[in-house]
């Protein structure tokens, strides 16, 4: 004959069982990051065309993202999406070759702040003509470390993160 579990021995296993899920969950999901664009005021035609890249930290624990082909360390490789007229631009700027990342490549993001910096279009883009040029970040993040993980990471062993910020419109007025 079988017996009955006893009640509370059933919910204690229970609620063991579903707080193992959760920290499970809590543990494979990447941190809560997210990227906004923001084109400066003052564009003109031949002149510096900038853009702020805005990346925040809306989770609970500090993240540390390695700045590399993200606007966070400039242009190093074609990190933002430019187009004009519907066709994207060329990116003309300079190409960086890379080993393994140091502990100063990565920038540390606390829970609930940002980081951001501003990049001009003008240098490696052809963003001389007056008109509406569209702008997005789609290449996500080529290592985010949570809290307490221990960084730098060899490339090898990076965790990558997708990412994209909404695109925006840049105008640029004539001469």
């Known amino acids: ?23 499970e969950a809590a543990a494979s999901r990447p941190p809560d990051l997210a990227c906004r664009l923001d084109a400066e005021p003052g564009a003109v035609a031949g002149g510096p065309v900038k853009v702020r890249f805005t990346l925040s930290n809306r989770g609970t624990r500090a993240v540390r993202v390695l700045r590399w082909q993200t606007p966070l360390e400039g242009f190093w490789s074609d990190v933002l999406h430019v187009s004009y007229g519907g066709r994207k631009l060329a990116y ?43 702008v997005a970040f789609t290449r996500g993040l080529a290592d985010v ?28 007025a004539p001469r």
Do not use: N, W
Request: glycine share 8%.
């Open 92 to 134: 003309e700027g300079p190409l960086m070759k890379r080993g393994d990342p140091g502990r100063d490549d990565y920038v540390e993001i606390a829970p609930g702040k940002t980081v951001s910096a501003v990049v001009d279009l003008a240098g490696p883009y052809d963003v001389r003509r007056p008109g509406t040029y569209r």
């Open 145 to 172: 470390v949570r809290e307490g993980e221990p960084f730098p990471r060899p490339r090898g062993e990076h965790r990558r993160r997708s990412l994209a910020c909404e695109e925006i419109e840049v105008a640029v």
């Open 1 to 23: 004959m079988i017996r009955p579990a006893c009640p509370t021995t059933f919910a204690a296993l229970l609620a063991a069982v579903l707080a193992v899920q959760r920290v």
